[in-house]
């Protein structure tokens, strides 16, 4: 349920989703375990942010003396702009300054900086807020906000769901750190896949077990079966945080049994009865379907789930590539077979590579859990499943 509701908010283009207090706080302490001295001297930016809403801003000002930071902006988008409307109400923090403008609070975005004490009491934080209008809309994409994203050295986010894509490209065509909020499918887009295989962009430390709890400010329906009516947060399973600075677990090496005792002891009822590791029939590799039963002494090409990435060691394991289209250079798609269709849940064939029918569709249901790629003769030959392909490092 949890990614239909982000399929549905990237339909929708519904980015409304403010991350909690304790989960950005959770991630950065994570850092700073790390490296104690990972934002100090530092400018911050919070680009899609609110501080009137928003947790991020409120979090780094309130520590930015603890953090060291040199300056913190932070920057929000035109209501007004927003491809999914929702009520409008400027804040009394807005309203009651002298610049409040009825007329730019709903087309322009606003620039908050804190690098400063404008209160007298020997500190900085969020009390020395200062802001103003933009001149524009406050898109991440204007060359307003591109010249901020240039004057920072960091850049931490919960960017629209709608524009990951756009969003991590402009990250990078300015080779800048970033913290960064998304759905965990992102790792199979073709323009995501190969910063991950590459190491320039890995997993977070994470949101407390893999559970991502959001204040929503949307209609009740684009969140069925998640939404708390009580607490007003809506829950998702499939998100996860993406960066490309260092933290502690990424370098903790996976606790693997070897393909015996998987055979033995493993906790997937799949491995203990099948007593065998299959092989994929149009790549040179074995299916490895659970994270937790990775071989300790198999040295090939291993494909395994995405989830995979969570538990990714670099000094543990290589990226090889992946099932996606364009990503598996170094473990090529054989095509042993001309003809094959994609089986529905339903088993009835979604499309072929011909225009034939498939006669045999009705003879290979699956189980209700899995899509399949089926041959003409109707025998399974792929499981549809995205998959990473890794190596282990000798």
Request: glycine share 6%.
């Amino acid at each position: 349920m949890a990614n239909a509701n982000l399929s549905n908010a990237k339909t929708a283009k519904n980015d409304e989703f403010y991350t909690q207090y304790a989960d950005i706080q959770k991630e950065i302490n994570a850092y700073l375990d790390y490296d104690p001295d990972v934002f100090r001297g530092k400018t911050v930016l919070l680009p899609c942010d609110d501080p009137e809403w928003s947790n991020f801003t409120k979090f780094f000002a309130q520590n930015f003396e603890l953090l060291g930071l040199k300056k913190l902006i932070s920057t929000s988008f035109a209501p007004e702009s927003k491809r999914y409307k929702l009520p409008y109400q400027p804040t009394l923090f807005e309203t009651a300054q002298p610049y409040y403008s009825p007329d730019k609070t709903k087309t322009h975005g606003k620039i908050f900086v804190l690098e400063r004490d404008i209160t007298g009491d020997n500190r900085i934080n969020i009390d020395d807020l200062e802001w103003q209008y933009l001149e524009g809309d406050g898109d991440f994409r204007s060359k307003e906000i591109c010249a901020l994203r240039d004057e920072a050295d960091l850049i931490v986010t919960n960017p629209p769901f709608s524009l990951f894509r756009e969003f991590v490209a402009w990250l990078t065509e300015a080779d800048k750190k970033f913290i960064i909020i998304g759905n965990m499918n992102a790792i199979t887009y073709k323009e995501i896949f190969p910063l991950i295989k590459d190491n320039k962009m890995w997993m977070g430390n994470g949101f407390q077990s893999g559970n991502a709890y959001f204040k929503v400010m949307m209609l009740k329906e684009y969140a069925d079966g998640v939404y708390d009516a009580e607490t007003g947060l809506v829950k998702f399973r499939n998100c996860c945080w993406f960066t490309n600075i260092d933290h502690g677990r990424r370098h903790e090496p996976l606790k693997l049994m070897t393909m015996a005792e998987n055979f033995k002891h493993s906790k997937h009822k799949d491995i203990r009865e099948r007593k065998k590791y299959l092989h994929y029939d149009n790549y040179d590799a074995m299916e490895v379907p659970f994270t937790d039963a990775i071989p300790s002494d198999y040295d090939g090409v291993m494909g395994v789930p995405i989830s995979f990435l969570d538990k990714y060691c670099p000094e543990q394991f290589e990226i090889l590539g992946a099932t996606q289209r364009g990503c598996h250079d170094d473990v090529p798609d054989i095509k042993k077979y001309d003809d094959y269709w994609e089986m529905t849940q339903l088993g009835k064939p979604t499309g072929s590579s011909g225009n034939k029918t498939n006669e045999n569709a009705n003879l290979q249901q699956n189980d209700g859990k899995k899509n399949y790629f089926i041959n003409k003769q109707g025998y399974i030959i792929q499981s549809a499943y995205q998959r990473i392909f890794i190596r282990k490092k000798q």
